[in-house]
């Protein structure tokens, strides 16, 4: 096949043909045009997550994948007299455990199963005996099984007990409607390439203003610190450091496209009619998934391996390789799975088309 593969994971994803051809022009990071990206994509992205400046949000863009933007807010908006409590329940909760103990910041962890949901009742009895928690980080969708946490109830608990909620909402931002302000989410943070559909190349914290003041001089990084990075751009327009320029300009053609298709709205529906067409197709050839219904997502599905010697993963991934369609191993602690995302350039057919290459795959290993 000579046509460019098509990605079934959670990013990078394929993008559109016009999102590639936005990079095509070499561009300074003083360039009008480049400027202008900036500010249009900083706006933008305020009004997706439902808020604006005059609301009292701010948007930081942050070179990097979307670890640098999650590590930017914990390394930063964490006092020294602060303490964290990290609800984690997967690969990406562990990540910010990791980024706490590295940067030294007091912090606790309370652990949910991999294949269960971090509780709003199970939080607020913990913030209920523990008092000297100020900060509360969770994700939304989690990429290591494709579960959604309530971050709506669990906002509603952090709100009640008045401490600041950091949301890594990396792999549903763009693809699921949603609204800061409503979730009490002071932090949230997603990436370039992930549901808005654009090229690696930088993620980005939406940030409550009062609380982003507070961080000032208090990050443990100079390339990281969420600060001065929205002192920069608010006093410049431009960024501290060489900036991601030709992801930039993909992004603002990536945001159009958004818009194009009807919005967040549009967008979560199409995702959820490819999740459909692939549970049912999966279903069909008698694969199981992994997390019960209520609490999967519309981001990705976590498939057990079949029942059967005959399979091989990596056969199994490369063969559909060979056909142009890239899935995903699995990151799960205690099954054999892989996965499949349903963002991205990806529509129903293309779903389908994937669904006949994995029944071809599946007869030659004589399943
Ligand atoms: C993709 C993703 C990230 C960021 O991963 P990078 O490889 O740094 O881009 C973080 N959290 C979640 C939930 C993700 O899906």
């Not at 593969?5 to 070499?26: I, Q, R, W, Y």
């Not at 549903?172 to 190349?201: H, T």
Request: with cysteine.
């Amino acid at each position: 096949m000579s046509h460019s593969p098509l990605l079934f994971t959670p990013g990078p994803l394929s993008t559109s043909a016009t999102v590639k051809e936005a990079m095509l022009k070499d561009m300074g990071s003083r360039d009008f045009a480049f400027m202008n990206a900036v500010k249009e994509i900083r706006s933008g992205l305020l009004a997706l997550a439902n808020v604006s400046k005059d609301k009292g949000y701010e948007c930081v863009i942050m070179q990097g994948s979307g670890t640098f933007g999650v590590e930017s807010v914990i390394s930063s908006v964490i006092g020294e007299k602060d303490k964290l409590l990290v609800l984690a329940n997967g690969a990406y909760g562990e990540r910010i455990v990791k980024m706490a103990k590295i940067h030294r910041l007091n912090h606790e962890v309370v652990r949910f199963d991999e294949d269960a949901v971090v509780t709003p009742e199970s939080v607020e009895k913990y913030l209920a005996a523990h008092s000297d928690i100020t900060h509360v980080a969770c994700i939304h969708s989690e990429t290591t099984t494709g579960l959604f946490n309530p971050i709506a109830a669990i906002g509603d608990v952090c709100k009640k007990y008045r401490k600041v909620f950091i949301v890594d909402a990396m792999s549903s931002f763009g693809g699921v409607v949603m609204d800061m302000a409503a979730m009490n989410i002071d932090f949230l943070v997603s990436s370039s390439n992930k549901c808005i559909e654009g090229v690696p190349g930088f993620a980005f914290a939406l940030c409550k203003r009062s609380e982003l003041e507070k961080a000032k001089g208090q990050a443990r990084s100079l390339s990281l610190d969420l600060y001065d990075q929205w002192a920069g751009l608010e006093a410049s327009g431009q960024f501290r450091f060489t900036p991601p320029t030709l992801s930039i300009m993909a992004f603002q053609q990536a945001m159009k496209e958004l818009e194009h298709e009807g919005g967040v709205a549009a967008r979560e529906k199409r995702y959820k009619t490819n999740k459909k067409t692939l549970d049912e197709g999966m279903h069909r050839m008698g694969f199981r998934q992994y997390l019960v219904p209520e609490i999967q997502g519309h981001i990705i599905t976590s498939f057990l391996y079949p029942d059967s010697s005959n399979f091989r993963f990596n056969e199994f991934y490369s063969k559909l390789n060979d056909r142009g369609f890239v899935i995903y191993p699995g990151k799960l602690s205690k099954a054999d799975a892989f996965r499949i995302g349903n963002i991205g350039q990806i529509f129903p057919e293309d779903v389908k088309a994937l669904l006949e290459a994995i029944a071809i795959v599946m007869k030659e290993f004589e399943i």
